[in-house]
């Protein structure tokens, strides 16, 4: 009993840290790819990568390596080091996100204590993608400064063109209640509301909101300590002293907005046509051409690619969005169960919902558009999905170098339900106080996947009875409803539990 008190006292306590101020839990779905608790003794190197996505730091100290930002005692450690020499003589630790996953909808928070010398201790977002006025973004949700503001949250949003050529930063200063920021634990957080707004917490407050000039999304995270040239840098004896140089990470913690509120500064949630910015996980939706003929995304079999071509929703133009295990989205058709794929770097590459699993194949970027409009980018060839506007049977391929006019597509959430044939069956289950089954006669296939009227995947297990009979045995738990058991070929059974 003492460990499950313990349990459920530390699972309360993680949902109250995350969310933002305010918030209802349920309405948050944790992003695993951008969370860490950094348990153990080294990196998670399927999450985070050493150094910056395109800067190699600031001299004197410019990034290092595995001895500047590693896990030891269950904590991120980002350490100072001196190594000599005239210029570039000290090496700072940065980690950042395995991927570009950081997005509209998101609450990202991370506790951790600024080393004491000077330099800053940082948590921030970044890209280097330019939107239409040739602008990158920045988010920098605590840069801290222990020497010179030992008790203060700074935080800024900057628009620059490149190489910070007409920046238009946004700074904010917070007061710090309890230690200073070397000396003690401090949770700084950011919440990106819309492509307009950023909300900022302080352990577990909101401080602000900000109205942006643009954020272009998604974003790496970075975590990382850096020199500047407004500031002296340390001394070797104050890098080399152990109780100064390290910047200690104690968590971060990212979760995806999913409910229907927008937490007072966004556009709401899921109207039941176009949601919000944000993504619509595990929505069924359809995808729409935006210029041209406006034809409808399909998948129309196992193996097959995806073509533009359909004229209305029916269920072979239905993809449910899910989340990746390795960050950002996976999408799934409804007509075959599989995931569309990308399983090719060429430029031409057909893309295909063949995926029978959540690899690199089957992962994607979405960059939301506004107005119920979006952009997919495939991780594994860097390359936007693109269907010219009446061209080549409206064949969807991976080749486009920006997300322009014919990488953009509507996206607006359907019905799950799918599509049953005439000939699809209706059966009962007969129910006991042990267990709820099916037993499926005239057939041995036992690769199938169950639903529920929304789509949504249900829990079950399925046993071969004979050569010509098998039985499902469903989750004990599910309600009373219609669901759906879908077999590798794509025969539908229909049936109801009482």
């Known amino acids: 009993m003492k460990f499950l008190i313990s349990a459920l006292c530390f699972m309360f306590c993680l949902n109250m840290w995350t969310q933002p101020a305010g918030e209802n839990p349920a309405n948050w779905t944790r992003v695993n790819s951008l969370s860490d608790e950094f348990s153990g003794n080294s990196l998670n190197q399927n999450k985070w990568t050493y150094g910056h996505p395109w800067w190699r730091g600031r001299s004197p100290a410019i990034f290092g390596q595995g001895a500047n930002a590693f896990v030891s005692n269950n904590r991120l450690v980002i350490r100072a080091t001196w190594v000599g020499g005239n210029r570039d003589y000290m090496r700072s630790g940065a980690i950042r996100s395995k991927n570009r996953t950081m997005a509209v909808g998101m609450y990202s928070e991370c506790s951790y204590k600024a080393n004491s010398l ?18 990158e ?35 904010n200063k917070f007061s710090i209640n309890g230690p200073d920021i070397d000396k003690g634990f401090h949770r700084y957080g950011v919440w990106i509301v819309n492509n307009r707004t950023l909300r900022f917490y302080l352990d577990g407050v909101f401080k602000k909101q900000v109205t942006t000039n643009s954020t272009i999304e998604p974003l790496w995270m970075i975590i990382n300590s850096e020199t500047y040239n407004w500031m002296s840098p340390p001394t070797q004896s104050q890098v080399n002293d152990g109780s100064k140089r390290d910047m200690l990470v104690d968590y971060v913690r990212t979760w995806r907005k999913t409910g229907n509120s927008s937490g007072g500064g966004g556009s709401g949630g899921d109207s039941g046509n176009n949601a919000s910015d944000g993504i619509p996980l595990n929505k069924i939706i359809s995808l729409r051409k935006t210029g041209g003929d406006r034809k409808f995304v399909t998948g129309e079999g196992n193996g097959s690619q995806l073509l533009a071509r359909a004229s209305s929703v029916r269920g072979w133009e239905k993809f449910r969005i899910e989340n990746h295990p390795k960050g950002g989205i996976a999408l799934k058709a409804l007509s075959n169960n599989k995931y569309v794929q990308v399983p090719d770097k060429s430029t031409t590459a057909s893309v295909r919902n063949r995926g029978t699993f959540k690899g690199d194949w089957e992962q994607f970027e979405w960059k939301s558009k506004g107005n119920g409009r979006v952009a997919f980018k495939s991780i594994h060839s860097g390359k936007w999905l693109q269907s010219a506007w009446n061209q080549n049977n409206g064949v969807v391929r991976a080749r486009g170098n920006a997300d322009r006019r014919w990488e953009t597509f509507e996206w607006k959430i359907e019905s799950g339900q799918k599509i049953l044939d005439q000939n699809d069956q209706l059966v009962k289950i007969a129910i006991n106080p042990v267990q709820d089954r099916v037993i499926i006669e005239g057939t041995s296939n036992v690769n199938m996947q169950v639903f529920d009227s929304t789509g949504a995947d249900v829990g079950f297990s399925v046993n071969k009875n004979s050569e010509n009979s098998i039985s499902l045995n469903l989750d004990q738990s599910l309600p009373s409803g ?3 058991a879908v077999t590798s070929q794509g025969q539908t059974l229909k049936f109801v539990k009482e």
């Open 137 to 171: 973004d920045e988010i920098d949700v605590q840069e801290a400064f222990a020497t010179q503001a030992p008790r203060t949250m700074n935080t800024n949003v900057h628009n620059p063109q490149p190489n910070f050529t007409n920046d238009q930063p946004q700074p």
């Open 118 to 135: 000077n330099m800053g201790s940082n948590f921030w977002f970044a890209h280097n993608e330019r939107d239409n006025q040739n602008r």
């Open 482 to 484: 219609i669901y759906f």
